[in-house]
């Protein structure tokens, strides 16, 4: 034999075999290739046979660190991650798709970009790719399962690499492909073979045909290499000992092959330049299996380099690049003009360019991902290493460089696995390192690239981001935050404020992934109070008038709508959304009657047209839902004024509405008027299911509801989160119904958290259930149906559904039909239901300094009067339920309109008829505390509480 010449090429350090072609790389990652080319497996684009190697030009550029033969095709891994394929594709061997019947040089499959891999492997014309992390993705032919795949008429070629599940618990190390088999090496040193086993090549001891990874149980002791022939295996144990079963060339029957007999037995009579019982002397290094032959490299026994032990395949293969402590050290200590800086500048580049590499740096431990982890990369790592990497200059600037260059644009952004998309989540991590050192954010780059994304690889993402820590995921959002504020100064510069759409379109997405994880991070965390200093309300207006009148937001004519990313603004912001909706329609009145004037010739100015509604004080609730029911639908969306009956009208800012408001609620909520149910003593309000009342009063309580929102008037109303849930068209849950019966919601829970095979027995629950004094039946015969720990979800869904939709909804259905009468159901729709809610009823953000700041006097009281100190001394010594008892008493509500205790103000009056043998008295409507003169801290905190306590009542907090 003689030996092959490489002419220019340095030490051979790695080679591979096909059927009639071989291909070998040098330590300078170059490839050569010789042999046969008739479907282009040598890569040189000659589609002949060479019988000089020759260097293949198309990989000329990379550092190619693994190449693989199969029959007609080659397969290689570069050092930065990227797989190349070329030769014959008639099954898809190529991982390139249908399209492609073969190819003479080299093409990228970039279907593998982004993951992390650690080997390549050919087999007859079938392939596969294993990675970092242990995932197996095959490709090819499947005929006899060869790629583990489940057996369908559709999976008998595979022509773009995929995920195979059945090798997932494996913890696959290594995969060798025969012609029509595959035998894979495990991290505990097991064997699984599968695909075809005619000659015995899959070493399974029983003679039943079984498709998928199985064991071969009979070899002792932990295997440490292993490969594969055409149609033999060879394993070399931890121990030396050399294993081979199936068989040489199989008699060939027209095209196919077609043995009389299948081999299903060890067999050790496989063509062999060297037979195993030949080798009990010596110490075997390493072994090969070419189509019908096998080699053994050996060492005497003696030779202290073979350590008494094999070399394991897994330790013989090559990695791609990726950081790691000896890395850092050395870059952190190059000095400025060494040629260690030189070459330490050229592996930066290296790894963070590549998606792959950097996803390598920081996989978690094969341990840890067993446990059940998701998310295979460690940003706490990640990030610790970023800010230490960044603390250098030079290696900031070529690290940021290398992302925004190179591994952005080479981003996976339309793969179907996971584990490519890891570098999704380590990009922030590095922005952030990056940021701290005042260089260019990633955000803008990195927003496009997901807004590029195919949505398969979207939701493979957004699953991750699911899965991510409330910090990690708030990290996310804070950086395209700030990416949005850097671009506000260009809001009126067109085409430049478009480059925010695309940031703004992502933390739309985290948004929704923060809504369907039950809202890990508070909506607050969206808000962007920046856009409002830049963002007038003109434009506010100007968005309104087009989404009044249904029209796209003509952004080549305007600057970028901020309305169509609602959850930017908080509700405060939102509410002036809300005022320019009634401030246009207001308008839009004026116009018409300005126009009415016009036709009629009068010369009076038109007023603007106001809702006047005159009611009876001492028939309050009957005098305005009669007047409510003939009221027509255009004047419900003007300015209300109301009058009451006898007495003179009085306009002065709010003060009426309130009054009227505040005394209309108290008594059509009060449970002895029967329109709402309270489940428990101090619970939120709900919908009967046997309503008392007729039904037109729910639709003409959603009218006030909506009147109340559309003149800023801030009254308490005690609905719980479900409702405006309802409003905005999501559906409630258990967490609602916890709050408005916590009794109920407690026992349902604990349904659901009995584990325990004795429910039937012990909570003799079944699917019929007690509401506001009706006994129903869930599902039908309900009664006779048992709750168990397979239907129990189910059982706990539907009582939830019956008490909190089905039961109410006709009733809420009017309710609801009122409250759109007035509102905009589209302007409605940029809250979420808690800003909703904080808008019409306030919120718990208390600030007790703020109040008192605030506070005005009147009459002989000031800041400085001896019983105003002594009373806030007092009130800064309560409990919070006793301030919370406060603000109900003197204003009517305990709870903080959506502007916060800035605007909330309220008066201290001395009052000539109290002394301090009363008790504070309160003028709720305005606001106003008639506190009598106490002599002593303990008397007034005495009277105080007393008039605290005397004011709690059922249905109010």
């Not at 008639?930 to 004011?951: C, D, R, V, W």
């Amino acid at each position: 034999m003689q030996p092959i010449q490489i002419q220019g090429a340095q030490n051979i350090v790695h080679v591979s075999c096909g059927k009639e072609h071989s291909l070998a790389i040098c330590n300078n990652g170059k490839v050569f290739s010789w042999g046969a080319g008739t479907f282009g497996q040598l890569g040189t684009g000659e589609l002949r046979e060479r019988i000089i190697p020759k260097k293949i030009d198309g990989l000329s550029t990379l550092k190619v660190i693994q190449v693989a033969c199969g029959n007609y095709h080659s397969i290689a891994l570069a050092k930065d991650g990227r797989v190349f394929s070329w030769g014959q594709n008639t099954h898809g061997q190529l991982g390139l798709g249908k399209e492609v019947s073969s190819r003479a040089t080299p093409q990228h499959v970039p279907a593998l970009d982004g993951i992390p891999l650690a080997q390549v492997s050919a087999g007859g014309a079938h392939s596969f790719a294993l990675s970092l992390s242990g995932v197996a993705y095959g490709w090819g032919r499947n005929h006899a399962h060869q790629l583990g795949l489940s057996p369908t008429p559709t999976r008998e070629q595979v022509f773009k690499p995929m995920s195979v599940a059945a090798l997932r618990s494996l913890d696959v190390t290594y995969i060798s492909c025969g012609d029509e088999h595959t035998a894979v090496l495990t991290e505990n040193g097991s064997i699984f073979t599968f695909g075809d086993d005619s000659a015995g090549q899959l070493g399974h001891s029983s003679s039943a045909q079984k498709t998928g990874p199985q064991k071969v149980d009979w070899i002792d002791g932990p295997v440490s290499q292993l490969a594969c022939g055409s149609y033999h295996t060879l394993v070399l144990s931890a121990s030396g000992q050399l294993i081979s079963f199936g068989r040489g060339p199989l008699q060939r029957y027209g095209s196919g092959t077609s043995p009389s007999k299948p081999y299903n037995t060890q067999s050790f009579n496989i063509s062999s330049l060297i037979s195993p019982n030949e080798l009990s002397s010596v110490q075997v290094k390493c072994i090969f299996a070419g189509t019908y032959v096998s080699f053994a490299s050996m060492c005497p026994s003696q030779t202290p380099t073979c350590a008494n032990r094999t070399v394991s395949c897994v330790e013989s293969l090559l990695k791609i690049s990726q950081v790691d402590r000896v890395l850092i050290d050395k870059w952190m200590s190059a000095g400025a003009e060494s040629e260690m800086r030189q070459t330490a500048k050229r592996e930066i580049e290296a790894i963070f360019s590549s998606p792959s590499c950097l996803t390598a740096s920081f996989l978690k431990p094969r341990s840890a991902l067993e446990l059940g982890c998701c998310i295979a990369v460690d940003l706490q790592k990640a990030g610790e290493v970023f800010k230490e990497l960044t603390q250098k200059d030079w290696i900031a600037g070529r690290v940021c460089y290398s992302l925004l260059n190179h591994l952005i644009p080479a981003l996976p952004l339309n793969s179907p696995h996971q584990e490519a998309l890891s570098s999704f989540l380590l990009l922030p991590e590095c922005s952030a390192a990056l940021e701290a050192q005042n260089l260019k954010s990633l955000a803008m780059p990195f927003a496009k690239a997901i807004s590029s994304m195919s949505k398969r690889s979207l939701e493979i993402l957004e699953k991750y981001w699911l899965l991510l820590p409330d910090s990690t995921f708030d990290r996310v959002v804070q950086m395209l935050k700030r990416a949005v504020i850097s671009q506000l100064p260009y809001y009126l510069a067109h085409p430049h404020c478009l480059e925010v759409v695309p940031v703004l379109e992502v933390l739309k997405k985290l948004y929704k992934v923060n809504k369907k994880a039950n809202y890990k991070l508070q909506i607050s965390n969206f808000y962007i109070n920046e856009i409002l200093k830049k963002v007038g309300l003109e434009d506010l207006r100007r968005w309104y008038i087009w989404i009044e009148k249904s029209l796209p937001v003509p952004e080549d004519k305007y600057p970028v709508s901020f309305c169509r990313f609602p959850f930017v603004f908080d509700p405060q912001s939102k509410m002036w959304i809300f005022y320019w909706s009634s401030h246009f329609q207001q308008e839009a009145n004026a116009r018409q009657a300005l126009l009415s004037n016009r036709l009629q010739s009068s010369g009076e100015a038109p007023k603007l047209p106001v809702f006047l509604l005159r009611v009876q004080r001492h028939n309050l609730v009957e005098s305005t839902l009669r007047k409510l029911s003939r009221v027509e639908d255009s004047c419900l969306r003007c300015q209300l004024m109301v009058e009451f009956e006898g007495e003179m009208a009085r306009h002065e800012a709010g003060g009426v509405l309130l009054e009227f408001f505040w005394y209309l609620f108290e008594e059509m909520t009060h449970p002895e008027y029967g329109m709402f149910m309270y489940c428990e003593h101090n619970s939120p309000m709900w919908f009967p299911a046997k309503p008392s009342v007729e039904m037109n009063k729910y639709f003409l309580f959603g009218l006030l509801c909506g009147l109340f929102l559309f003149n800023r008037v801030f009254v308490y109303v005690p609905f719980p989160l479900a409702a405006f849930k309802k409003l905005t068209g999501q559906k409630p849950s258990l967490d609602d119904l916890k709050e408005l019966s916590p009794v109920l919601g407690k026992s349902l829970q604990a349904v659901l958290d009995y584990e325990h095979d004795d429910i039937e027995e012990k909570l003799q629950l079944c699917y019929s259930i007690s509401w506001d004094n009706l006994d129903i039946d869930l599902i039908p015969n309900g009664s006779s149906v048992a709750v168990n720990n397979t239907n129990k979800k189910d059982f706990v869904n539907k009582y939830v559904d019956y008490i909190l939709n089905k039961s109410v909804n006709g009733v809420f259905e009017e309710f609801k039909r009122g409250f759109y009468k007035v509102l905009d159901k589209r302007i409605v729709g940029f809250f979420e239901p808690q800003e909703l809610m904080e808008v019409a009823i306030g919120n718990e953000k208390y600030d007790w300094d703020k109040l008192e700041k605030n506070t005005v006097y009147w009459g002989v009281y000031s800041a400085e009067h001896p019983t105003i100190k002594m009373f806030w001394e007092v009130f800064h010594e309560l409990t919070l339920d006793d301030k919370k008892g406060f603000l109900l008493f003197v204003r009517g509500s305990d709870r903080i309109p959506v502007t916060g205790m800035d605007s909330e103000k309220i008066t201290i009056h001395s009052h000539r008829l109290l002394t301090e043998d009363h008790i504070p008295e309160a003028q709720t409507c305005f606001s106003i505390l008639f506190l009598p003169p106490y002599s002593t801290k303990g008397k007034l905190k005495e009277k105080f509480l007393q008039a605290i306590e005397n004011n709690r009542g059922f249905g109010k907090q």
